[in-house]
């Protein structure tokens, strides 16, 4: 039981290029999630996906598309890459939120991105 | 839209001694929850302890507890008997049902 994976750990890239962050969880949760992390700041959700077949866009989400391939994959894509978008990225996953369940998220690792 | 403020950015603490950690929250909302989670060096996101909202009681796991004052919107973090494995980031949480709002965070640090 691995948990929540993601690939790769640390990118760089440079301005302009595209690269899609993997994340995969066998929880068998309905719920996955895409934040980032800057320094001072906390994590921001980029976008998420409340079941499979639905996504939908948190609080930064400009720059970025994603794709829920199936119940156990949630990809986070950059087009076009920019220094603003370095940063750290956690995907996470949980079951569905409800009164009396931990709703508890389960994060992965994190992926260090850089963007020259 | 709900926000979360951690209005101390860093706190130390001595060995085997208590500290409080703060969190407000701004919601209009009746049901949710709130969580703390550790980020140590590594990284890795670690849930510390979860307050549902409609519950009155406080909870309390080993010795980490926290002050729920839901009319305050105030969700502080009280850890006892300081370890030198607590120091870490500490992120304040507000889940509405379907996504979590973090705060900024609190760095942790414990002195021997």
């Known amino acids: 039981n691995a948990g929540v994976t993601q690939t790769p750990k640390f990118q760089v890239l440079k301005t302009g290029q595209s690269m899609t962050l993997q994340c995969a969880q066998d929880?068998?949760?309905?719920?996955m999630y895409w934040y980032r992390q800057d320094p001072g700041m906390g994590l921001r959700l980029i976008y998420y996906?409340?079941?499979?077949?639905?996504?939908d866009k948190g609080e930064v989400p400009n720059g970025y598309n994603v794709s829920r391939l199936n119940k156990r994959e949630f990809s986070l894509r950059l087009e076009s890459a920019a220094p603003s978008q370095t940063s750290v990225y956690f995907c996470?996953?949980?079951?569905?939120?409800?009164?009396?369940?931990?709703?508890?998220?389960?994060f992965g690792p994190g992926t260090r991105l850089t963007v020259l | 839209a709900q926000t979360v403020t951690q209005s101390q950015p860093e706190m130390s603490v001595q060995e085997a001694e208590t500290v409080t950690l703060s969190c407000t929250y701004d919601t209009s909302e009746s049901d949710y929850y709130l969580f703390w989670y550790k980020q140590p060096p590594s990284r890795q996101m670690i849930l510390v302890i979860r307050?549902?909202?409609?519950?009155?009681q406080n909870a309390t796991e080993n010795r980490f507890s926290v002050n729920f004052q839901k009319a305050a919107k105030s969700f502080s973090l009280k850890i006892s008997d300081s370890q030198l494995g607590d120091a870490a980031m500490y992120f304040c949480?507000?889940?509405?049902?379907?996504?979590?709002?973090f705060g900024a965070g609190t760095i942790l640090r414990v002195k021997s």
């Open positions: 996470a996953s949980s079951p569905p939120g409800r009164r009396g369940a931990t709703n508890e998220q389960f």
């Open positions: 929880m068998n949760h309905n719920s």
């Open positions: 996906s409340a079941s499979e077949g639905t996504t």
């Open positions: 307050q549902e909202a409609y519950k009155q």
């Open positions: 949480a507000y889940f509405d049902g379907n996504k979590l709002v």
